[in-house]
């Protein structure tokens, strides 16, 4: 495993040493600061704790004390601290539209030998009538939960 070398400025030990003393902050923003300032080989540092002694401290793995050298070493302080930013954004699958023929479809009458709508059901309908692709169960719980319709929750008609 490669060694990341952690060496703080004094600016930068001050504003973790606030930071772990003061304030309301994440508890693992706080957790990242202290083994930041533990980890810390500059010349601000009185004594370098090593690695299993804050391991044992704070009651964390060695290997979140390495990925917060490495991200502090790689990234920056910023990153080290909070984390890196999430950029996974998705294509919403179910439109306006679609949500429109699923809620006529569910206000229908339920196919032969049914009593009501089930959820897998309608999942299963709008594939079948090509409204879209693919479409969980799940999905068409929520979508139905928005709009405040429950198949089968009273009779059609």
């Known amino acids: 495993m490669k060694k990341y070398i952690v060496t703080l400025t004094k600016d930068e030990r001050k504003t ?3 930071l772990a003393s003061k304030g ?4 693992q923003k706080i957790l990242n ?8 080989e500059g010349e ?3 004594k370098r704790s090593t690695n299993e ?3 044992l401290i704070l009651n964390i793995s060695m290997r979140k004390i390495d990925r917060v050298k490495e991200r502090f070493v790689s990234e920056g302080i910023e990153v080290a601290l909070n984390g890196r930013k ?8 179910a439109d306006g539209d679609f949500e429109a023929h699923l809620i006529a479809l569910s ?12 959820l897998r059901l309608l999942a299963n309908k709008v594939v ?10 799940e999905m068409v719980r929520r979508i139905l939960k928005k709009t405040k319709l429950s198949p089968g929750n009273k009779k059609v008609g």
């Open 44 to 46: 601000y540092q009185i």
């Open 128 to 137: 079948e009538l090509e409204y879209i692709d693919s479409i969980s169960h």
């Open 107 to 118: 206000c229908s009458e339920p196919p032969e030998g049914f009593a009501r709508w089930s």
């Open 24 to 27: 309301n902050h994440k508890s």
């Open 16 to 18: 973790l040493r606030t």
């Open 53 to 55: 002694e804050i391991a």
């Open 86 to 93: 999430r950029n996974r954004t998705y294509d919403k699958k």
């Open 33 to 40: 600061a202290l083994i930041l300032l533990g980890c810390d």
